[in-house]
């Protein structure tokens, strides 16, 4: 048995330390933890970094999730060295306090890197959850790319949400316990959607619906490598758009970090048909996204979540890690070029069949029941022989 697999004994529980800090992880990981606090095959605890404060805590409200550990490491305007230093550093210590069978991290933050390699030198099993996505451009997204490039390298168990992730993993040469589970971010919508939802967020009374003569386009941005130009550049797209086409309704929930704000603020201030808004909690967006016509976005996550709402994405990158988005017909990447994406917002508009094959693909990221199968899998590493 290798030296971080201990066999446990019938009845033994499972010791599982679930470890995330920005919202998008949050909003995936607080299933999983859920569900592992309701089963008794398991000891979990949830341990938080806290590289997102806000935007963390309004997830675990929503969720009801405690963190047993709290790191609080948010600063404003942190570098990428000080946060891998402070994860690594506060999850070794509290790994010296506290030995689980195995620590959870998600996807591709810093976060999720700096407490895969806590663990490792502390000789913890790591189960990756959304394992294998690659763009292999190591520079795009960053440092995303690579923070799942070495999380993966560092971990024993990888919950791959596709068949193409796994592929991915395959061709690094990783083959070992790579499980396909489909995306936890669809297991989310069992605690946030809802039909005749009421929005909390004030900027999100008095939207139009789907069918209405006015249209909601929903739109984010945040990515580091967008923040150059990119966010300035998609923005001028919009101002002209809400110009020539006042029948569309941007709603845009700006990310805090201040350099995105102070990308925005100057071009898409004070226009009628643009709301710019704080952050909404993820039960809003959810529902948001189910009363939108387009979503405008370089997130991750929203590109897995849209299909499941028939909302069409225009992403705006130059590529994707999540091909299979594309290839169902959901998500067009349409990166930051101001031409391309008022181009993009007007095949939309003008070409209805486009707009119907878009919105009525199937959502190939899972069937919302990934976390139970990511325990099971847990539960089995841990009790059958090697
Ligand atoms: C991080 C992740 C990125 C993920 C994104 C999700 C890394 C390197 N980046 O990027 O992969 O897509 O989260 O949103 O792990 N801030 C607040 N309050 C908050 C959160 C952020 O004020 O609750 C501000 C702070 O000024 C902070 C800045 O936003 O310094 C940037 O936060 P940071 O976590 O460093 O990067 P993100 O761009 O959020
Ligand atoms: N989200 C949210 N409120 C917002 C914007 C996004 O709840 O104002 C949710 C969104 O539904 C998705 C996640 O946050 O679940 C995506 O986070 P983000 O775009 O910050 O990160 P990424 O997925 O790109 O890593």
Known sequence: MPVDRIKKQKGEKIKVLTVF???????????????LDADPRFEPKVLVTAQHRELLDSVLDIFRVTPDYDLNLMRQGQTLAQITSGVIEGVYNILGEY?????????????????ALAAFYRKVAVGHVEAGL???????PFPEEMNRTLTGRLATLHFS?????????????????????GNTALDAFAYTVSEDYTFKSEALQNLPRRGDREKLVVLTAHRRENL??????????????AGSHPELRFVYPMHPNPAVRGAVLPVLSDIENVTLCEPVDVTDMHNLLARAWLCLTD??????????????VLLL????????????????????????????????????ERYERMSSAKNPYGDGHAS???????YRYFTEDA
């Open 372 to 378: 139970e199968r990511i325990s099971d899998i847990i």
């Open 134 to 140: 690659r763009t292999w451009d190591r520079y795009s």
């Open 161 to 181: 949400p596709t068949e193409d992730s796994r592929e991915n993993l395959a061709r690094e040469g990783i083959t070992e316990n790579v499980y396909v589970t």
């Open 21 to 35: 800090g920005t919202r998008p992880e949050a909003i995936k990981m607080c299933p999983l933890a859920r569900l």
């Open 299 to 312: 997130s991750g996550g929203l590109q897995e979540e849209a299909p499941s709402f028939g909302l069409p």
């Open 99 to 115: 030995t689980p069978d195995i620590v959870l991290v998600h996807g591709d933050t810093t976060t999720s890197f700096a407490a």
């Open 228 to 241: 150059d130009g990119g966010i300035a550049s998609v923005c001028r797209a919009v101002k002209r758009l």
């Open 317 to 352: 990158r130059s590529e994707t890690e999540r091909p299979e988005a594309v290839r169902a017909g959901t998500v067009e990447v349409v990166g930051t070029d101001e031409n391309n994406v008022v181009a993009a917002v007007e095949r939309l508009l003008f070409d209805r």
